[in-house]
């Protein structure tokens, strides 16, 4: 995917092409597929006018079954190439939508986290979705309309031949269904727009639904979300069928103006026929070349309508390109070995330019080793700030260092083993228990056993019937109550053996065993690793070295007292 990037620089569709792998070799086959079954599709006309026209009034019985058999022999040569045509084609549609989609993925993965967050999770689905639609058109329709345009010349060129003025007709009605083209992708674009908005709602609904489905049963929410996804799927549904009407109606009139094409052709042709300057044969071929001539023009013009749609598809393609990416360009990777020092001066932060500051000239110094405790209080920005010092956001201004390195002067996009951190609730990926903790590196399977024997794991995971061979994924706590799955997340932090822990209201899902566990491992990291502990339980406070709180955007020292937040050291 890497060697795709150069798509985003890439604006007219043959230099796309030109990135897929094999490229010059596939335009050349499908070339010479399609000019073979162009010149083949010329065989069953031209055999049916030799038919009426000198076989039948001459009895040539012999003659007769050479040219069927000659016509058999085109006919399955026209479709063996148009099977293989299909599959060179289906190759290469395939190849664009594998590398352009891990291309995007890409861009997403290495992308800053406030960037990200800008958008939801359904405009995200949706930018992503726009891959297939690209794919379809820059590799499929738009190829092999212009690879069979050639050849509609070819046909009109024939019937001129053969008919005269008849090639009239098809040309007629070309340039008719053109215009209803036209006049359709006008209609369409604004209801597509549409279609793709309510859509984007529609699916951050459903992700939001899906994502709290837990609390929406507690709640009996379940008739109200009905309710309101309904009127979202109203919505939704009044564009699809605006939009649906608009982009089916140039495939519909492509119908009827093949249909209008052989009627026509009978119906002024057998004029011609009678004055004896058209014979039966001549007509039976015009009538179906004058098909035959309508369909690459109908490609053309399915591809000028679907023009915009690849238009807008690319648009929000490109709204992923501009993602910023974490790791700047010409920045040497983060030292491995580092201090566990942190230090923020003066540092302020804001997601987006129109937001106020969510921190404020926050200054914080942290010893190698030393545990710091901040009160969680709601929007406070504490999970903010343990992004900031493990560089996945950058500070609107000042300075932050992590083990005396300048995080703005290091690439930061990979810390593991340096600095790890832990969210609130913990997420499990498809695998078993053990590849979790090792992060699907056999390597660190041993350091993986050590650190869940060190967090507790080994007695509740020996109790299932696969024990760390035991498979889980995102749906994990059907199984494992919350409190072995953060277990499972803190040996997998572990086992890097990390200089610097940021907990992020990581003991909120911890039952009792699990606390006085974590209890337990913060002492025995004490001087060994530092640690920022963002929670509000004063059990776990009571063990920081120092405590502070977030008030109003500036980090302030916290009232050791009495208090909900309080944490009373003992004397």
């Known amino acids: 995917a890497t060697s795709f990037s150069r798509f985003w620089t890439r604006t007219n569709w043959w230099e796309i092409l030109g990135l897929l792998p094999q490229a010059k070799q596939n335009i050349v086959d499908l070339i010479a597929v399609s000019v073979t079954i162009n010149l083949l599709s010329l065989a069953v006309p031209l055999a049916i006018m030799q038919v009426y026209d000198r076989i039948i009034p001459n009895a040539s019985i012999y003659t007769f079954w050479w040219l069927v058999g000659g016509c058999i022999v085109a006919i399955a040569m026209e479709s063996t190439l148009r099977w293989a045509r299909m599959v060179i084609s289906g190759r290469m549609i395939a190849q664009f939508d594998h590398l352009?989609?891990?291309?995007?993925?890409?861009?997403?993965?290495?992308?800053?986290?406030e960037d990200f967050d800008r958008s939801s999770i359904g405009e995200h689905l949706d930018r992503l979705s726009s891959v297939t639609t690209l794919s379809g058109f820059y590799v499929g329709q738009i190829l092999l309309a212009l690879l069979d345009l050639p050849f509609a010349i070819l046909y009109l060129i024939t019937i001129a031949y053969l008919g005269d003025w008849l090639v009239i007709l098809p040309l007629v009605l070309a340039i008719g269904h053109l215009l209803i083209v036209l006049h359709a992708r006008k209609q369409y674009e604004g209801f597509h727009k549409g279609q793709i908005?309510?859509?984007d709602r529609r699916y951050d609904f459903v992700i939001q639904v899906l994502r709290s489905l837990s609390l929406v049963k507690a709640q009996t929410f379940e008739e109200q979300m009905l309710r309101r996804y309904e009127r979202l799927q109203a919505v939704t549904a009044q564009h699809n069928i605006e939009a649906g009407f608009w982009g089916k109606l140039p495939a519909e009139t492509g119908v009827v103006a093949s249909q209008l094409a052989i009627f026509g052709m009978i119906a002024f042709g057998s004029g011609s026929v009678?004055?004896?300057?058209?014979?039966?044969?001549?007509?039976?071929?015009?009538?179906m070349l004058a098909g035959r001539s309508l369909q690459p023009m109908q490609g053309v013009a399915q591809f000028w309508f679907r023009y915009s749609e690849a238009e807008l598809a690319r648009s929000r393609l490109e709204k992923i390109n501009q993602l910023t990416p974490a790791r700047l360009e010409g920045l040497p990777l983060f030292p491995a070995d580092i201090r566990g020092s942190i230090e923020l001066r003066k540092v302020s932060f804001r997601y987006a330019p129109d937001l106020p500051p969510l921190l404020t000239d926050v200054d914080l110094r942290i010893a190698p080793g030393k545990h710091i405790g901040i009160v969680a209080r709601s929007s406070s920005g504490t999970s903010t700030l343990l992004y900031l010092m493990m560089g996945l956001c950058r500070p609107e201004s000042g300075t932050i260092l992590v083990g005396d390195y300048n995080l703005m002067e290091w690439d930061t996009s990979d810390m593991r083993g340096r600095v790890e951190y832990l969210p609130p609730n913990g997420i499990l990926l498809r695998g078993t228990i053990l590849e979790n903790i090792a992060m699907f590196d056999p390597e660190r399977h041993d350091s993986a056993l050590e650190a869940a024997a060190l967090v507790g794991l080994n007695e509740p995971v020996a109790m299932l019937p696969l024990g760390y061979e035991t498979p889980v994924d995102n749906q994990a706590s059907t199984i494992l109550p919350a409190g072995i799955i953060q277990r499972i997340c803190l040996a997998r932090a572990l086992a890097t053996f990390p200089r610097i822990?940021?907990?992020?209201?990581?003991?909120?899902?911890?039952?009792?065993?699990?606390?006085?566990?974590?209890?337990?491992?913060?002492?025995?990291?004490?001087?060994?690793?530092?640690?920022?502990?963002?929670?509000?339980?004063?059990?776990?406070?009571?063990?920081?070295?120092?405590?502070?709180?977030?008030?109003e955007g500036r980090l302030v020292e916290s009232p050791l007292a009495e208090g909900p937040f309080g944490i009373n050291r003992p004397q």
């Not at 899902?509 to 002492?523: C, T, V």
């Not at 920022?532 to 406070?541: E, R």
Request: hydrophobic share 45%; aromatic share 6%; glycine share 6%.
């Open 100 to 113: 352009l989609g891990c291309e995007a993925v890409r861009k997403i993965l290495a992308c800053r986290l």
């Open 197 to 199: 908005e309510t859509n």
């Open 274 to 287: 009678v004055e004896g300057a058209l014979t039966v044969g001549g007509l039976s071929a015009c009538m």
């Open 501 to 551: 822990l940021l907990f992020d209201k990581t003991t909120a899902p911890l039952d009792q065993e699990g606390e006085a566990i974590f209890l337990w491992l913060l002492k025995k990291l004490k001087r060994r690793c530092t640690v920022v502990m963002v929670t509000a339980q004063p059990h776990f406070l009571r063990e920081m070295d120092s405590v502070y709180e977030i008030k």
